[in-house]
């Protein structure tokens, strides 16, 4: 196992040692110090050229991808902090590579504002979600961390097809 690896999990297990379950579980999902920096260092590594590139016709472009998850992240969040969504620059995938980039850390921003002051008193409260469905408030920080997670993948891909290496990649 790496050392990265090997620190991160002694973290983890520390947490869920001296915490509730629940700030073991936020804890897990909120993965500031490991997943909103990939995403944030991966849009950064993308030529600004290069943001409407897609493998193929069916994906995304690499803007698209920045777009969307700065948008999910201002939704979720709001939802699960029972807030109205923040005032945001109405942009497109088109947009310039600093004006994507802002909006993505606007809304980590806002993310991190909910999540540092979450608890476990309202996991089963219903909540808007996508698609103008109801989902519980666990399902929303589930789905927060599981997007993350994908849309990093994607980026990382992108990254690779254009012969850059990924943030995580740099960090062997």
Known sequence: MNQALAELAE?????????SPFDATVYG????????PDLS??????????????????????GEIVLHVAE??????SAIARTPLPEQRRLVPTDSKDKLGGLLEDSFDVCDDVLDHADDSFLEDS???????????AAALIE???MWATNYSYLAIYLRLNGLEPPTAKRK
Not at 11 to 19: G, I, K, L, N
Not at 29 to 36: A, E, L, M, P, R
Not at 127 to 137: E, K, N, V
Request: negative net charge.
């Open 144 to 146: 927060l961390a599981s």
């Open 11 to 19: 973290r983890y297990f520390q947490v869920c040692m001296d915490a």
């Open 41 to 62: 260092e991966a849009a950064e590594e993308m030529p600004e050229d290069r943001y409407a590139f897609k493998p193929t016709q069916a994906q995304m472009t690499f």
């Open 127 to 137: 909540i808007p979600y996508f698609g103008g469905r109801r989902t519980t408030r």
């Open 72 to 77: 999910a992240n201002a939704f979720l969040c």
């Open 29 to 36: 999902v909120h993965g500031w110090d490991d997943q909103v």
